[in-house]
């Protein structure tokens, strides 16, 4: 047994407490019980469990100090961004001290003729490119969800978002970063500038779902601002049509900057809440963006219209003007929020599949569905064959609660069946992580299995996150204070 394992969560005491207050100042600790709900769960709604005690550091030696106490008295500690995970990687497995980084939220460099910026990872998403406005630069990574999202929490997750069709994910955008260790100490990967020598750890540490460590400051790389856009929206009878297109799209060697696919359920949503003139009877809609020179960009959007119309498409619309272009993305990025509109409760699945066998999953998702009495609404990043279906549901009902549980396991059993994978961006967290036996041998998990311990042996940092527990690979199994509790099972 690990001393995590065997760590009482009472060992948050009031005498702790205070020395986290010493550290942070008596406003950046919360303790109560009231106070500690908010943190109980991320955007995975369906497990929860509060953390004995939230603290939110200022600075990276804060950080640094808070992790140090947190191992002498050998209590579990998490980071956690703007919550939006929906994986679960928030989840305070073992109850401990969960480390709020939302304070440190500064831009702390910004070099244009070098192409890069330096921010603390509190940073909203949105808050960099909204800086850079008028630069002629940007950052490239842009979830749908930036506009609360932390850049710490993507570098963590390695998000993506819908200009990944084009631009990669978080990966191809961090330079380097400063990062607390597990056991407490402060260092460098990469830096500013591209290609530093030695092991890639920066690569390393990016989509390591915070269990290598905290990271505390990012180096991140700017990218030129597309001289020209043209974006559209294909309106289709059918989502098998949809998908359809899009095969035929990238099959004939365009890369659109963007291409997002929202089927009906959303189309629906999204017109009652915003009231955006989607038509209402569309079984989808595609949002294509393409970008690049001016020359080239009409030649590519004639290209992507006659697909569209050979694959079916009632219409295609062009954004006229900046205005008409920014309604089109307000509408896809707002598509979460409208859901609230649809049922008290969801779940967002996250599974890859080859991008010609999207028609299959879809068929599949919509007859999973049915078959669990769930109703199932999509929009996703379609042209990386990154499936989101998000499965409509109301917590309070064990039942409904349990269909959901299997409908989604079944949705990404089929798509590692189809040669994809369970997670394109939101990660495993604790959500996913009995599909990693799954997805890896025994082999490869005992790989990752030795570089966590390399970073993190006693597992105080992150634990219960994306490795499979003993039953699976050897990673110690981490019990639940209170217990854990998956929604109202
Ligand atoms: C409406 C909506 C739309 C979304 N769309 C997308 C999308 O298009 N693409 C996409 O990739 N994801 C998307 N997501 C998922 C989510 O927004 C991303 O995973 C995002 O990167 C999480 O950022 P966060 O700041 O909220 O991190 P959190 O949710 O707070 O944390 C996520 C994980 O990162 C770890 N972490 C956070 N900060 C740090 C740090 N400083 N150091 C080390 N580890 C840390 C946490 O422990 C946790 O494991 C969406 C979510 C929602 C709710």
């Known amino acids: 047994m690990s001393a995590l394992a065997d760590a009482p969560a009472h060992l948050v005491t009031a005498a702790f407490l205070d020395k986290l207050r010493s550290i942070v100042g008596d406003g950046n600790v919360l303790a109560q019980a009231e106070e500690l709900l908010v943190y109980e769960c991320d955007g995975y709604v369906v497990e929860k469990q509060t953390p004995d005690a939230v603290v939110f550091p200022t600075t990276t030696e804060q950080v640094s100090q808070i992790v140090k106490l947190c191992n002498a008295h050998h209590i579990p500690f998490v980071p956690r961004g703007a919550g939006t995970s929906l994986a679960g990687g928030c989840l305070p497995i073992g109850g401990g001290v969960m480390l709020a980084l939302t304070r440190m939220k500064?831009?702390?460099?910004?070099?244009?003729?070098?192409?890069?910026?330096?921010?603390?990872?509190?940073?909203?998403?949105?808050?960099?490119?909204?800086?850079?406005?008028?630069?002629?630069?940007?950052?490239?990574?842009?979830?749908?969800s930036q506009g609360a999202c932390t850049v710490g929490g993507n570098f963590a997750t390695n998000s993506g978002g819908p200009h990944t069709l084009k631009y990669g994910v978080t990966v191809n955008h961090v330079l380097g970063a400063e990062v607390v260790l597990p056991d407490?100490?402060?260092?460098?990967?990469?830096?500013?500038?591209?290609?530093?020598?030695?092991?890639?750890?920066?690569?390393?540490?990016?989509?390591?779902?915070?269990?290598?460590?905290?990271?505390?400051?990012?180096?991140?790389?700017?990218?030129?601002?597309?001289?020209?856009?043209?974006?559209?929206?294909?309106?289709?009878?059918?989502?098998?049509?949809?998908?359809?297109?899009?095969?035929?799209?990238?099959?004939?060697?365009?890369?659109?900057?963007?291409?997002?696919?929202?089927?009906?359920?959303?189309?629906?949503?999204?017109?009652?809440?915003?009231?955006?003139?989607?038509?209402?009877?569309?079984?989808?809609?595609?949002?294509?963006?393409?970008?690049?020179?001016?020359?080239?960009?009409?030649?590519?959007?004639?290209?992507?219209?006659?697909?569209?119309?050979?694959?079916?498409?009632?219409?295609?619309?062009?954004?006229?003007?900046?205005?008409?272009?920014?309604?089109?993305w307000k509408c896809r990025k707002q598509a979460f929020g409208a859901i609230g509109r649809l049922s008290p409760s969801y779940c967002t699945q996250d599974g890859v599949v080859p991008r010609t066998r999207l028609p299959e999953i879809l068929r599949f998702i919509t007859d999973c569905g049915l078959r669990h009495n769930i109703r199932i609404v999509n929009v996703f990043h379609a042209g990386d064959g990154n499936i989101h279906p998000i499965l409509l549901f109301d917590e309070r009902d064990k039942e409904q609660v349990e269909r959901v549980l299997k409908a989604s396991d079944e949705i990404l059993e089929k798509c590692i069946d189809l040669g994809g994978s369970v997670t394109g961006e939101h990660g495993i967290g604790v959500e996913?992580?009995?599909?990693?036996?799954?997805?890896?041998?025994?082999?490869?998990?005992?790989?990752?299995?030795?570089?966590?311990?390399?970073?993190?042996?006693?597992?105080?940092?992150?634990?219960?996150?994306?490795?499979?527990?003993?039953?699976?690979?050897?990673?110690?199994?981490?019990?639940?204070?209170?217990?854990?509790?998956?929604?109202?099972?």
Do not use: W
């Open 106 to 144: 500064q831009i702390l460099e910004v070099s244009v003729r070098d192409r890069y910026a330096v921010v603390q990872p509190g940073l909203v998403n949105v808050h960099l490119t909204q800086r850079l406005k008028g630069t002629g630069y940007h950052y490239a990574p842009d979830p749908s």
């Open 184 to 328: 407490g100490s402060v260092v460098e990967l990469g830096g500013p500038v591209e290609d530093s020598p030695g092991y890639d750890l920066t690569g390393l540490f990016v989509g390591s779902e915070g269990t290598l460590g905290i990271c505390t400051k990012l180096y991140v790389r700017l990218t030129r601002d597309p001289a020209a856009y043209r974006t559209m929206l294909g309106v289709f009878e059918t989502v098998d049509d949809a998908t359809q297109a899009i095969s035929s799209i990238i099959g004939a060697g365009i890369v659109p900057a963007a291409l997002e696919l929202m089927d009906q359920g959303i189309v629906q949503a999204l017109e009652q809440a915003f009231h955006f003139g989607f038509p209402l009877d569309a079984g989808a809609v595609l949002l294509i963006e393409v970008d690049g020179l001016e020359v080239a960009v009409d030649d590519e959007a004639e290209r992507i219209t006659t697909l569209c119309l050979a694959n079916m498409a009632r219409e295609v619309r062009r954004a006229k003007t900046a205005q008409e272009r920014q309604l089109l």
């Open 432 to 489: 996913k992580i009995s599909f990693m036996n799954k997805l890896f041998t025994p082999e490869d998990l005992a790989v990752m299995q030795s570089i966590h311990d390399c970073f993190n042996p006693d597992g105080q940092c992150s634990p219960g996150k994306m490795l499979p527990t003993s039953a699976g690979c050897g990673n110690e199994y981490v019990p639940r204070k209170n217990p854990g509790r998956k929604a109202s099972l």
